[in-house]
């Protein structure tokens, strides 16, 4: 079984920055895609940003391009959202996910393709 955990959720004003970390647990970790989602309140989950296993291919939502950068630290088992110039429309919860994979340069952006979750940390940005 995998564990994720987030942490590095907050408040935060408009135009700053915070840094997500996912902590990863339990089997295997390296043949693991990962993947950020966020959910604003009354609004669908949505796919933010992955990144695959060997983390050579990385993908983002068109609304965080250019402003947030996923990574990831194999030997650490973490991955990690480095989240600058945030907008108050970047206020959801983020979710972690994890998914096991064959393809070593694929991510995912289709949040049922991925088995494991965490259980969310909190991103208020103010205006």
């Known amino acids: 079984q995998v564990q994720l955990v987030e942490f590095g959720g907050g408040l935060v004003q408009a135009g700053g920055s915070l840094r997500l970390s996912c902590a990863v647990s339990?089997?295997?970790?390296?043949?693991?895609?990962m993947g950020w989602f966020r959910q604003a309140p009354g609004k669908e989950r949505e796919f933010v940003t992955g990144?695959?296993?060997?983390?050579?291919?990385?993908g983002y939502a068109d609304s965080v391009k250019g402003r947030f950068t996923i990574s990831r630290d194999i030997g650490k088992n973490t991955v990690t959202l480095q989240m600058n110039s945030l907008k108050p429309e970047d206020t959801a919860v983020y979710y972690c996910?994890?998914?096991?994979?064959?393809?070593?340069?694929?991510?995912?952006?289709?949040?049922?393709?991925?088995?494991?979750w965490g259980q969310g940390t909190q991103v208020t940005v103010s205006s």
């Open positions: 996910a994890a998914r096991l994979t064959a393809d070593s340069g694929r991510y995912y952006y289709n949040g049922d393709e991925y088995r494991y």
């Open positions: 339990g089997r295997t970790y390296s043949n693991y895609a």
């Open positions: 990144i695959s296993w060997n983390g050579g291919t990385t």
